[in-house]
């Protein structure tokens, strides 16, 4: 009994009701859609970034073929890492309906 209510008085502020709400687990998707939330801003950045790398390297390759392979490889890994972000969209719906929690849009407030 000493112990729960030890246990119960413990807190961290960092990771407010995570693991104790009544919700069934929104503490620890409210950390997951943080987290998938910026790898999509770092992705999206990163595609934006190649292409736009890709695309100046096909303009001013001349011609020179290997130049042209070189920036039409940029070109194809931008747009499979915006496909994989795409998925990723797609398999975070489909985790959100089986786990019946709303991952993608988080009631933030936990209760309270």
Do not use: C, R
């Amino acid at each position: 009994m000493f112990i729960k209510s030890a246990y119960a008085a413990i807190s961290n502020p960092a990771l407010q009701n995570f693991g104790t709400d009544t919700t069934g687990g929104a503490g620890l998707a409210f950390y997951v859609s943080q987290l998938w939330k910026t790898l999509v801003v770092v992705g999206g950045l990163a595609f934006l970034l190649y292409t736009i790398i890709g695309g100046i390297n096909w303009v001013i390759a001349g011609g020179d073929k290997t130049k042209v392979e070189s920036a039409q490889k940029h070109l194809t890994n931008g747009l499979t890492g915006l496909i994989v972000l795409a998925a990723s969209y797609a398999i975070m719906a489909v985790v959100s309906d089986v786990v019946g929690i709303n991952i993608l849009n988080i009631d933030w407030t936990f209760g309270n």
